[in-house]
């Protein structure tokens, strides 16, 4: 009972006395988010929510490329200063550096669209690919804006705007564009439009009080921290979206919905991880600029272990109602089930290793975690090309949970290497 007593202490502290209602606003954002992949799979056909599902991926690949890693490197600087006029100091300086940097290569994806759609083999995905292209510099200011949330140590306005406004004003705005006849293409546009929103909204939280300090933090310094992160980011989404890129060259949409929909279901086991990452990663920025890092093993300690109690049953439930949960999506998403369980178990095994890449990210590694993440990128793609051609989205499933067990045990291996501890123990 002791133990049990100690566990509600620190759940109850964590996720609602430091960071507001935050669990509050990650569990309203996560149902909605889980209602608007729903309406868009019900209600505007299983190709429209194919293409989607393939545009988004696009869209997220691209945001993590273009970002240039500076929203993860932002954080990792912010942990040394002392004011949130430094922070928005920095948060400055990182609009200047992606305005230049974006702005040509954005433009020449929304005038080659075309093209890009045509290497998928799938012409209608043209106007999804302009979409993509408009919503890329809203997405990336987006990321900078909520990370600055995170440098101040407001997770209850990080988890607002990070999950519970996007996800409620899009199945908001597609239940409008449903209502005025809009093309089932527009779904995307909704997407879009929901984060410009949400991008204004963050600026006027972030801008409207206060000052701005310049920093000492060179372009060049700042650079050479976040190309590493952006580049394990990116490889990061890679290794999570193979599977829907190579589907999406090899399947129809429809079965590029059926894994979508598994995939996102599945993942709702990495609820809890994701949820203590805006927890974990300002706190080891801290401890690491102070080079405590005793004090850090017992955070990483506690945390990972809080995850792994939280996350088990989320996972039990998913594997042991996977059909009944795919149902939702539509007539015949069902036939993904195994690929649901499959994908939730290794969801689970990266729960349970605890939040991994970010410690690393935090701590002056961010070239290992790069290297790690190409290398489980590379695993991913020989395994697609090898598994889904015999299996289809069966064999992106067994994919995804192998290469999920390799990337996290080397991660959990790396830490004690370099850190001298386990995340767990």
Not at 42 to 61: A, E, H, M, R, V
Not at 95 to 110: D, E, G, H, V, W
Not at 395 to 421: D, E, H, P, R, Y
Request: glycine share 8%; net charge positive.
């Amino acid at each position: 009972m002791t133990a049990i007593k100690k566990l509600y202490s620190q759940v109850h502290h964590l996720f609602f006395n430091k960071g507001g209602y935050t669990l509050l606003y990650r569990m309203l954002g996560m149902g909605m988010s889980f209602l608007s992949i729903t309406y868009i799979s019900n209600q505007f056909g299983g190709d429209d929510f194919g293409l989607f599902s393939l545009s988004l991926t696009l869209l997220q690949i691209a945001t993590m490329f273009f970002s240039l890693g500076l929203p993860s490197a932002f954080i990792a600087f912010t942990g040394g200063f002392s004011s949130r006029e430094e922070n928005k100091g920095l948060l400055i300086k990182a609009y200047k550096i992606i305005l230049i940097t974006a702005i040509l290569p954005l433009t020449l994806l929304y005038f080659q669209s075309e093209y890009v759609a045509g290497l998928f083999q799938k012409p209608h995905l043209d106007f999804y690919i302009k979409t993509v292209a408009i919503g890329l510099f809203i997405q990336v200011l987006f990321e900078l804006n909520i990370n600055y949330f995170l440098s101040i140590h407001r997770q209850d306005l990080y988890s607002i705007f990070y999950f519970l406004l996007p996800n409620t004003l899009f199945i908001g705005i597609l239940f409008l564009f449903k209502k005025f006849n809009l093309p089932d293409n527009y779904c995307m546009v909704a997407y879009v439009l929901t984060y410009l929103i949400v991008l204004i909204g963050s600026s006027a939280f972030v801008f409207l009080q206060g000052k701005i300090s310049k920093v000492t933090v060179s372009t060049r310094a700042f650079l050479n921290k976040s190309v590493p992160m952006m580049m394990s980011g990116f490889f990061l989404i890679l290794l999570n979206w193979t599977d829907i890129l190579i589907l999406g060259k090899l399947e129809t949409e429809e079965n590029i919905g059926i894994y979508n929909a598994a995939f996102k279901v599945g993942y709702l086991a990495l609820f809890f991880v994701t949820m203590m990452n805006s927890f974990v990663v300002p706190k080891i920025s801290e401890y690491h600029h102070q080079n405590d890092y005793l004090n850090m093993k017992t955070f990483v300690n506690k945390a990972t272990r809080m995850v792994i109690v939280l996350t088990l049953p989320v996972a039990i439930v998913i594997i042991l109602f996977s059909p009944y949960l795919l149902s939702y999506f539509g007539t015949g998403f069902e036939a993904g089930a195994l690929s649901l369980q499959l994908i939730t178990l290794g969801a689970l095994f990266n729960a349970m290793t605890g939040n991994v890449d970010q410690i690393l990210n935090m701590t002056n590694h961010q070239k290992l975690v790069r290297n790690i993440m190409f290398v489980g990128f590379l695993v991913n793609i020989v395994g697609n090309l090898l598994l889904i051609p015999r299996f289809g989205y069966l064999g992106a499933a067994i994919s995804s949970l192998v290469v999920n067990v390799i990337v996290n045990s080397i991660f959990v291996l790396v830490i004690k290497k370099k850190l001298g501890f386990y995340t767990f123990i």
